[in-house]
């Protein structure tokens, strides 16, 4: 390890350790506390709802958010330290260090007008490759991908959102939900006017008194049996969707940890 770079490596080595224990908590607790559901018939006994009960213990949904807060930063740091150390071997200590940041644009004349004024002062070769890394770069090719779907993007996002406001930290209900329910008709005239079903899946935050599944009928039901098992997702708002937060935060470790590796070369 070189000493320019020391902190861009202690800074990823340290995301690397509050993933792991933040993944560690999440597991923890979503293995302590199964989803579990109440069957409710809706009205005139059209029907009936499976509503989400309390968890056994409330998720510590603050203190993850302020966990992944720290990973992001590090990582965000780590990228901007990269950046001080590329500087710092044209000229140390730098003229204007207070410039110096390692810049993430989607568009290229932002990234000419704002960006390249804090990297004018690295090495030419180190300009260069981080032009190349930019995310105005991809093309929208379903090799590259699109400018706003960068990880470095997203990166950039929830370092934002961290600094500005407390990041949004939820459950969600997984893609997969078993339910084994079924309903009982007063005779098989009714049952026969009753397919297909009409059924809702819940995709929204879990909180308790959730309608997770919802199945209309236009005749009553006699009886609902039947049960249920799911397992809450732990999630993370992103600009464009909720996205688990440990595998988003792994591939964010990785892929910052892949952009800080292509300039070993120059520290060599």
């Excluded at 400018?147 to 893609?175: C, F, G, M, Y």
Aim: net charge negative; aromatic share 8%.
């Amino acid at each position: 390890m070189s000493d320019l770079t020391q902190s861009v490596e202690l800074k990823l080595a340290r995301a690397g350790l509050q993933l792991q224990s933040l993944s560690g908590s999440i597991a923890a607790w979503v293995t302590s506390n199964p989803m579990a559901a109440d069957t409710e018939l809706r009205e005139g006994r059209l029907g009936f709802r499976l509503v989400q009960r309390e968890f056994l213990e409330p998720a510590p949904l603050d203190e993850w958010g302020l966990s992944l807060g720290e990973c992001v930063h590090n990582l965000r740091s780590a990228l901007d330290n990269l950046a001080f150390a590329l500087a710092r071997l044209r000229r140390d200590p730098p003229d204007k260090p207070q410039r110096i940041a390692f810049p993430i644009f989607q568009d290229r004349a932002q990234f000419e007008k704002v960006g390249r004024g804090n990297i004018d002062q690295l090495p030419d070769q180190a300009v260069s490759l981080i032009e190349r890394l930019q995310p105005f770069q991809r093309d929208g090719s379903a090799a590259f991908g699109t400018p706003e779907r960068d990880a470095l993007v997203l990166l950039q996002w929830l370092s934002n959102a961290d600094k500005h406001r407390v990041p949004s930290v939820v459950l969600i209900a997984p893609t997969t939900m078993t339910h084994n329910v079924s309903a009982a008709f007063y005779s098989d005239e009714d049952a026969t006017a009753n397919v297909p079903p009409d059924v809702t899946f819940w995709a929204g935050p879990l909180k308790a008194g959730a309608v997770l599944v919802e199945w209309r009928t236009n005749r009553p039901i006699a009886s609902v049996s039947g049960s249920f098992e799911g397992i809450a997702i732990v999630a993370i708002q992103t600009p464009h969707e909720l996205a688990a937060v440990v595998p988003t935060l792994q591939a964010l470790h990785q892929y910052t940890r892949l952009v800080a590796s292509q300039f070993s070369g120059f520290f060599q």
